[in-house]
């Protein structure tokens, strides 16, 4: 009953979270990040002011003036948020003019009105000693007017609004409005200025905005002198366009900023990049969760096909998360989707392989007759969990550092990343279980046990079974050759070095299609003799090359593409990314200091979760791993940048992730009492967890191949750093981890020894923590 009970609330939830998962993804849109439906991002760094420290109280008023400058430009769906103490991250879907879009929002825009003295020859911006400034005359080329005081400000300005002139032809212009006191004012400056005679400069008043004179109006005749225009409004005119009118509108609505800005980092990506980026990671998604459905399908049978379910509506709940927690979508946060597909195959797989093992008797043969089902499959459940768990943790951990240190879309790929780990315990630990425990109990599946996958070893187990690898006896041999591979990447990041991208060097990286097909070396040449020796050229795509210089403007960003299209054809920016140097160091630092981090934290986890040796054992091989995929980058020239950083906190995760499993066996050998050597127990433990290791690296396999073939350029890099990290992981597990578990354990036998002894000759039980394992 209490079985029955315990296995009724199991469906409720599951049944629950699925339902309420299946309407969150119907009924609420998934908030894409810039990468997906193109636009721009901008950080911008606050700076101290004469007057004003730039703290975070700063940078939050200077937020706000911001904010309301992107709403004055009428950007849908814009996103605004302080970073730090000195940080501003604003996104701007579907802006493509960057340099625009940075120059009016980041713009101080101190809006200033001021009484004209006079109208004086000489070099514009001069301070008097009274006070008074001369600056150009917008109206007289090469003529100057020396302005009085201030006497309002733009903080009295309570609206200002676009307009187009239709009756008189004057075009378009600024309207404002003013608040309070700030009408009064300007009544009195203009009824001033009335006073004066028609041909005398001081019958103008100046509006300036930033140190430049954008309009000095003169008073008309029928402005009253000593009254001035009432009403508390006023017009600014200059020959504006459309553009530059509603430009001006939203600096003046939005006030001035509080503290200078600069922009640290800019980013542009065109919307057709983004559509075809979401098609080509969600065909990515489908085949490798097919190519995985279907290996499992053949290796565990019903159980596979069950588990396929559970991927499936892994999947559902995943999304739904996101979508529910507001999380943005980005690219690599789409590649943490799919990624963690083989995180759920990993946990169905021990599971599985845990129930065949507790199904067949020792020796790897099948039992005579029908049996019952459902206790191997509780048994594996229950045993399996210990490795899921440890497995998942350190996945989860991995994640968390992605989330505190990495920026802009590789901070998505923590967030999905970490949700899909989760989802992914959920899908096993309960869906699948659920699944597969209502199989084993109808009747067709008890008459032919065969069906589930249980009943059957497999072929690589059962030769397994019958003959164990004594690979442990030349571990020397295998910490030999892995020495010899670490000193072969080392010596490529040595002699090679490493292609850092923009986000950690600084500069500016930006990647055009092309009409025509682009030849490297016709690109490069191109851009040369545009006046850019150093520059980076890549071909990307048969119509697309990137290129990298330091940092560029505009007008440069301009010659290169125009030097391009002489052997491309016309050529568009469907990608620019420009980093400031500062940032870029920091963000340098940023990643080692994760890296670091992953390092201890998993040092320290493992520690507590197994004895030091075999967290030692752990990170040595995680570390080799690391090593390696980074000399395999330096060898092939390949970027290293905050995608990579991704991929190689991600490897970290699934590096402990394998070398966990086969630890965990170990453990649980060693805790039988046995009297065996640890190099014999290593070598049982490999082989018993061999399969799993084999299938889950495949499910995995599939998924990667998948990203690297059909995820595009920008999911290229990522997948081949998984893939590399993927199978020597699976190597490593074996030929490192084992060897110095082994060697760590040889040089303290007396422990074990002593421990029997106090048992009175008895081997140390489970629970002994003065036994071998703790």
Not at 85 to 97: A, K, M, N, Q
Not at 565 to 573: L, Y
Request: charge should be positive; proline fraction near 5%; charged fraction near 20%.
């Amino acid at each position: 009953m209490s079985s029955r009970r315990t296995t009724l609330w199991r469906a409720l939830i599951a049944l629950a979270v699925v339902a309420v998962s299946l309407g969150v993804a119907l009924t609420t849109p998934a908030r894409l990040g810039l990468d997906l439906r193109g636009g721009t991002r901008i950080v911008l760094e606050t700076e101290d002011s004469p007057t004003v420290h730039a703290d975070a109280a700063a940078t939050d008023r200077a937020l706000e003036v911001l904010r309301r400058r992107v709403d004055g430009l009428g950007v849908a769906e814009p996103s605004l948020a302080r970073s730090g103490e000195r940080r501003i991250i604003v996104e701007l879907p579907g802006v493509r003019d960057p340099r625009k879009a940075a120059e009016v929002i980041g713009r101080t825009a101190q809006l200033t009105f001021h009484a004209v003295t006079g109208a004086v020859p000489g070099p514009a911006s001069r301070p008097a000693a009274d006070g008074s400034r001369v600056l150009a005359d917008p109206d007289t080329p090469g003529g100057h007017l020396r302005l009085g005081p201030t006497a309002l400000t733009g903080d009295g300005v309570e609206d200002a609004e676009a307009v187009l002139d239709t009756q008189t032809g004057r075009g378009w212009s600024v309207d404002l409005s003013f608040r309070g006191d700030a009408g009064e004012t300007w009544a009195r400056l203009t009824g001033e200025a009335a006073c004066a005679a028609p041909a005398d400069p001081a019958r103008r008043v100046a509006i300036v905005l930033d140190d430049r004179i954008v309009s000095a109006p003169g008073m008309q005749n029928s402005v009253p002198c000593g009254t001035g225009i009432t009403g508390g409004s006023a017009q600014i005119s200059g020959g504006f366009g459309a553009a530059e009118a509603r430009d001006l509108a939203a600096l003046v609505k939005g006030g001035a900023l509080p503290v200078p800005v600069t922009t640290v980092e800019q980013s542009t990506v065109g919307p057709t990049l983004g559509a075809e980026a979401i098609r080509a990671s969600a065909l990515a998604a489908v085949i490798g969760l097919v190519c995985t459905g279907l290996f499992i399908i053949i290796v565990y049978r019903l159980l596979g096909l069950l588990a396929t379910v559970a991927l499936a509506l892994y999947g559902l709940v995943s999304y739904a998360a996101v979508v529910a927690l507001g999380a943005t979508l980005t690219l690599p946060g789409l590649a943490g989707f799919v990624l963690a597909i083989g995180i759920a195959v990993d946990a169905n797989v021990l599971v599985f392989e845990r129930a065949r093992e507790e199904y067949t008797r020792p020796g790897g043969r099948r039992p005579k007759g029908p049996r019952d089902l459902r206790p191997p499959l509780r048994t594996g459940f229950a045993k399996a969990w210990s490795a899921v768990a440890d497995s998942n943790v350190t996945t989860l951990l991995a994640a968390g550092l992605l989330f505190v240190f990495a920026t802009g879309p590789v901070k998505g790929f923590g967030v999905t990343l970490a949700i899909g780990v989760m989802a992914s315990m959920l899908s096993a630990m309960l869906i699948t279980r659920l699944l597969a425990e209502w199989a084993v109990r109808t009747s067709l599946v008890r008459r032919r046990p065969a069906l589930t996958g249980m009943a059957t070893t497999g072929r690589l187990r059962a030769r397994l079974a019958r003959r164990t690898p004594r690979l442990m006896r030349h571990r020397r041999r295998w910490l030999g050759l892995c020495a010899g591979a670490l000193l072969l990447a080392i010596g490529g990041i040595g002699v090679r070095g490493l292609e850092f991208g923009v986000e950690f060097t600084g500069g500016r990286s930006v990647q055009y299609a092309a009409e025509r097909p682009v030849d490297a070396d016709a690109a490069r040449a191109a851009v040369v003799e545009a006046g850019f020796p150093q520059a980076v050229v890549q071909k990307t795509g048969e119509h697309s090359v990137s290129v990298r210089t330091k940092e560029t403007g505009d007008r440069q960003q301009e010659r290169i593409r125009e030097a391009l299209e002489g052997p491309a054809g016309h050529v568009t920016v469907e990608r620019d990314d420009l980093v400031g140097p500062s940032l870029g160091s920091e963000l340098r630092t940023h990643a080692l200091i994760a890296l670091g981090l992953a390092v201890a934290a998993q040092l320290v986890y493992l520690s507590v979760r197994f004895r030091w040796t075999f967290a030692t054992a752990a990170v040595v091989a995680m570390v080799q791993d690391v090593l390696l995929v980074v000399g395999l980058f330096a060898w092939l020239g390949r970027p290293v940048d905050s995608v990579f950083l991704a991929a190689l906190l991600t490897v970290v995760g699934y590096s402990v992730n394998d070398t966990v499993v086969v630890l965990d066996r170990l453990r649980e050998l060693r805790r039988t009492g046995t009297s065996l050597p640890w190099a014999d127990l290593a070598d049982r433990a490999v082989a018993q967890t061999l399969p799993r290791t084999v299938n889950t690296g495949m499910g995995a396999l599939f998924v990667l191949v998948a990203l690297a073939v059909l995820g595009g350029d920008s999911l290229t890099d990522f997948s081949v750093a998984l893939l590399a990290g993927v199978l020597v992981g699976m190597a490593s597990t074996v030929f490192t981890a084992m060897p110095v578990t082994v060697i760590l354990q040889s040089r303290r036998p007396e422990r074990s020894r002593s421990a029997g002894r106090a048992h009175g000759g008895r081997p140390a039980r489970s629970g002994d923590r003065s036994g071998a394992v703790v």
